[in-house]
């Protein structure tokens, strides 16, 4: 076991990282990071390439969240530069993990007898130039960062402030989809003055509800700016990673999965994401510029296309550019590019872009109160909308209760006593007559006019006893002439009744039950039933004037028979008990 295997509590730890989502793994000795580390290194063919330089004499500027100087594997490696960050830190201490992983990518030189151990980055050779542009998740001023607007141009100052103080390489493994002018002028500022510049083109690949119809990411800057270098990540099959933005500012890949890096103390983590990638090209960049330190920006990134593998086979490809990254090849590349005379082969600059020479690109500024003013605009218009909903609703309830509003609760009132049913149909008419016994008088004595009527015989009227035979047929009888002199008045007729409103009998009570009264015995005839009081229903016609029976001597007039008690209601007013002096009806 080597000199820091005993150190059992080196881990490899996940990280919440710009640009950078991580995972954890089991805990593992620091000699098991350069296991882990050289599948990559045989990727990018970085030991083949430290047979030609190892980077010495270039300077990289990590612009990021901090680098750790005492950490092992870049102990005596690193020059820290100024906090941008100054006034929102504080005095509390930043932790510098992502910041200290992409230093050790670029620049790490490992630890231990001869550097065996730890993590060693693709130039070894090279120094850093840390500079402290942004938090991230973790840190103690993280969440003062996230609020403060001047904490945008940071990273413009970071760039100049390296280009100012010598960086060759400038790795940017950080990014925002809205461009700033003072980003991209930082960034053109760098390139003028003869700085390669890389970054990393985002993680937004695998967010469904952040890509357009061809499945393109959001543009991410400062890697989407002219002149930029920027970097997608690959997985171990070399093909894009589900991750890594997908779209045109892609220019080349690199490794992206499962990448050991350094943190910050003595602490290690397993990342993977396209800051990683970002780092390992500004490694290759720095190795070019070794060897070649007058090479302007555009020559490098031509040697950086050149020296590629794993390429498309439409030479080009949104997912991983000109293909992937390899050290050794670019190194050779940046040689035959060193080799070639300047201005061979080319037009003359007159002939480039038409006759005339060409100008500075002009870039258009935002007016800064257009931001403003389209805030302005969209809060209004969503208050509109709200004011709107709310007189709708306002309207709606005036007009149509809600079913949801409480009714009031009714007294408990208890139910009226039942009303018997009137014994006649009509509820206006006039109340029943009395019941009274009905008088019968001789048809020789009438009661309408004082004459008398003539004298007729009257017919005999054959006697009958029963079982002597057959029944006789019934005397005719014929209505008495009327009366000389006018006539009585007689009642108008009555209107109709309405339906609506006519008493009906209830449910299963029956319909109304008349009988003809019981032939009393003794008698010598039968004449039919009596004439119906006033106020009864039915009609039995015109009265019919009694014979005397030739077998009793004369005429037996007796009170008929009560109709027998029926289930229902009966029609009519109720019939008084019999008399004393009468004898009870018989029963038929």
């Given at each position: 076991?080597?000199?820091?295997?005993?150190?059992?509590?080196?881990?490899?730890?996940?990280?919440?990282?710009?640009?950078?989502?991580?995972?954890?793994?089991?805990?593992?000795?620091?000699?098991?990071?350069?296991?882990?580390?050289?599948?990559?290194?045989?990727?990018?063919?970085?030991?083949?390439?430290?047979?030609?330089?190892?980077?010495?004499?270039?300077?990289?500027?990590?612009?990021?969240?901090?680098?750790?100087?005492?950490?092992?594997?870049?102990?005596g490696s690193v020059t820290v530069g100024p906090n941008m960050l100054a006034g929102i830190d504080g005095r509390r201490v930043p932790k510098g993990r992502h910041g200290t992983g992409m230093a050790s990518l670029i620049a790490g030189h490992g630890h231990g007898p001869g550097g065996r151990d730890g993590v060693i980055g693709i130039a070894p050779e090279a120094r850093i130039l840390a500079l402290r542009v942004l938090a991230e998740p973790g840190d103690p001023s993280y969440a003062a960062y996230r609020a403060d607007r001047g904490a945008r141009e940071a990273v413009?100052?970071?760039?100049?402030?390296?280009?100012?103080?010598?960086?060759?390489?400038?790795?940017?493994?950080?990014?925002?989809?809205?461009?700033?002018?003072?980003?991209?002028?930082?960034?053109?500022?760098?390139?003028?003055?003869?700085?390669?510049?890389?970054?990393?083109?985002?993680?937004?690949?695998?967010?469904?509800?952040?890509?357009?119809?061809?499945?393109?990411?959001?543009?991410?800057?400062?890697?989407?700016?002219?002149?930029?270098?920027?970097?997608?990540?690959?997985?171990?099959?070399?093909?894009?990673?589900?991750?890594?933005?997908?779209?045109?500012?892609?220019?080349?890949?690199?490794?992206?999965?499962?990448?050991?890096?350094?943190?910050?103390?003595?602490?290690?983590?397993?990342?993977?994401?396209?800051?990683?990638?970002?780092?390992?090209?500004?490694?290759?960049?720095?190795?070019?510029?070794?060897?070649?330190?007058?090479?302007?920006?555009?020559?490098?990134?031509?040697?950086?296309?050149?020296?590629?593998?794993?390429?498309?086979?439409?030479?080009?490809?949104?997912?991983?550019?000109?293909?992937?990254?390899?050290?050794?090849?670019?190194?050779?590349?940046?040689?035959?590019?060193?080799?070639?005379?300047?201005?061979?082969?080319?037009?003359?600059?007159?002939?480039?872009?038409?006759?005339?020479?060409?100008?500075?690109?002009?870039?258009?500024?935002?007016?800064?109160?257009?931001?403003?003013?389209?805030?302005?605009?969209?809060?209004?218009?969503?208050?509109?909308?709200?004011?709107?909903?709310?007189?709708?609703?306002?309207?709606?309830?005036?007009?149509?209760?809600?079913?949801?509003?409480?009714?009031?609760?009714?007294?408990?009132?208890?139910?009226?006593?039942?009303?018997?049913?009137?014994?006649?149909?009509?509820?206006?008419?006039?109340?029943?007559?009395?019941?009274?016994?009905?008088?019968?008088?001789?048809?020789?004595?009438?009661?309408?006019?004082?004459?008398?009527?003539?004298?007729?015989?009257?017919?005999?009227?054959?006697?009958?006893?029963?079982?002597?035979?057959?029944?006789?047929?019934?005397?005719?009888?014929?209505?008495?002439?009327?009366?000389?002199?006018?006539?009585?008045?007689?009642?108008?007729?009555?209107?109709?009744?309405?339906?609506?409103?006519?008493?009906?009998?209830?449910?299963?009570?029956?319909?109304?039950?008349?009988?003809?009264?019981?032939?009393?015995?003794?008698?010598?005839?039968?004449?039919?039933?009596?004439?119906?009081?006033?106020?009864?229903?039915?009609?039995?016609?015109?009265?019919?004037?009694?014979?005397?029976?030739?077998?009793?001597?004369?005429?037996?007039?007796?009170?008929?028979?009560?109709?027998?008690?029926?289930?229902?209601?009966?029609?009519?007013?109720?019939?008084?008990?019999?008399?004393?002096?009468?004898?009870?009806?018989?029963?038929?």
């Open positions: 076991m080597r000199a820091l295997a005993a150190r059992a509590g080196t881990v490899l730890a996940a990280a919440a990282l710009v640009l950078a989502p991580t995972f954890a793994t089991a805990p593992a000795h620091a000699d098991e990071i350069r296991d882990r580390q050289r599948p990559i290194l045989r990727i990018l063919g970085a030991e083949e390439a430290w047979k030609i330089t190892r980077g010495a004499g270039v300077t990289v500027a990590v612009v990021d969240s901090g680098v750790d100087p005492d950490q092992p594997d870049l102990r413009a100052k970071g760039i100049r402030y390296a280009v100012d103080h010598g960086a060759d390489v400038i790795n940017l493994s950080l990014g925002n989809t809205r461009p700033t002018s003072e980003d991209r002028e930082a960034v053109a500022y760098a390139i003028t003055k003869g700085v390669v510049v890389v970054s990393a083109v985002g993680n937004d690949g695998g967010k469904r509800d952040l890509l357009d119809d061809d499945g393109f990411a959001p543009y991410s800057y400062p890697a989407s700016y002219p002149g930029v270098i920027a970097v997608a990540a690959t997985d171990t099959a070399h093909k894009r990673a589900p991750f890594s933005s997908r779209n045109h500012s892609v220019v080349l890949s690199a490794p992206g999965v499962a990448i050991p890096v350094a943190g910050p103390g003595d602490g290690y983590f397993l990342t993977e994401g396209t800051s990683d990638s970002s780092a390992l090209v500004s490694g290759i960049a720095a190795l070019i510029r070794s060897r070649h330190p007058d090479m302007k920006p555009s020559l490098v990134r031509q040697a950086l296309l050149d020296g590629t593998r794993f390429r498309p086979s439409g030479k080009y490809d949104a997912s991983t550019g000109f293909g992937v990254v390899n050290a050794v090849d670019a190194l050779r590349a940046a040689d035959a590019v060193a080799r070639t005379p300047r201005g061979a082969g080319a037009l003359p600059s007159g002939q480039r872009f038409g006759g005339a020479a060409p100008g500075p690109v002009k870039v258009i500024h935002r007016a800064p109160w257009t931001e403003p003013v389209a805030v302005a605009v969209i809060v209004l218009t969503v208050a509109g909308m709200a004011v709107a909903v709310a007189i709708a609703v306002m309207l709606y309830r005036r007009t149509r209760p809600s079913p949801w509003r409480l009714q009031p609760a009714m007294a408990a009132v208890p139910p009226p006593p039942p009303v018997p049913p009137p014994l006649v149909f009509h509820p206006g008419a006039p109340p029943a007559p009395a019941p009274s016994t009905p008088v019968f008088e001789r048809p020789d004595a009438p009661s309408a006019v004082e004459t008398s009527p003539p004298q007729r015989p009257a017919p005999a009227v054959p006697s009958f006893t029963a079982g002597t035979g057959a029944r006789p047929a019934a005397p005719s009888f014929e209505a008495p002439d009327p009366p000389p002199g006018p006539r009585p008045p007689t009642a108008p007729p009555r209107p109709a009744e309405p339906l609506l409103g006519r008493w009906r009998p209830p449910p299963g009570a029956g319909r109304p039950l008349f009988e003809p009264p019981a032939t009393p015995t003794g008698t010598a005839g039968h004449f039919g039933p009596p004439h119906p009081p006033p106020g009864h229903g039915g009609h039995f016609g015109p009265p019919q004037p009694p014979q005397p029976s030739p077998a009793a001597g004369g005429v037996s007039f007796e009170r008929p028979q009560p109709p027998p008690a029926v289930d229902g209601p009966r029609s009519g007013p109720p019939q008084p008990p019999p008399a004393a002096n009468e004898a009870p009806p018989e029963q038929p």
